[in-house]
């Protein structure tokens, strides 16, 4: 079986694409179940890295949790491909073996986020006593 890889962008303009590795689960609420295509998950920020200068921070906000993440290179670049649907032109067995997939873009970089998050709500405020006046210096 053949499968053709064509780029039609050239190999120096493809679009740059990123891989977000998180550690753990991330579960959308049940009334999403099953819905998940489009879902706003958080806000991914880029933030210059508190530990090293050089290196690329980036922020990723969940609700009320902050995660913070570095931008690491890849070993080995990955291919975003999308299947293409093969011409009318030859005969149901032809079609079935012809299989096509176009470059749509490459990933060079992941932004991993390896720590814990941060909660961002902070503790309640704490209600002040009111003191009761006197009622003998109200009378006078």
Do not use: N
Not at 47 to 53: I, N, T, W
Request: hydrophobic share 35%; proline share 6%.
């Amino acid at each position: 079986m053949q499968i053709r890889v064509r780029c039609g962008c050239g190999e120096a303009s493809c679009p740059e694409w990123a891989v977000v590795e998180l550690q753990g689960v991330v579960q959308p609420q049940a009334s999403f179940a099953g819905t998940t295509r489009g879902l706003h998950i958080g806000r991914l920020c880029s933030a210059p890295s508190p530990s090293s200068s050089s290196k690329t921070g980036f922020t990723f906000t969940v609700g009320y949790h902050e995660l913070a993440g570095t931008k690491v290179v890849l070993k080995k670049p990955l291919l975003v491909l999308r299947k293409k649907k093969p011409e009318q032109s030859g005969g149901e067995e032809e079609r079935a073996a012809e299989v096509e997939l176009e470059v749509i873009g490459v990933i060079r970089h992941k932004i991993l986020f390896k720590d814990r998050p941060k909660a961002l709500i902070s503790k309640p405020a704490t209600k002040e006593k009111k003191t009761l006046q006197p009622a003998a210096a109200s009378a006078t």
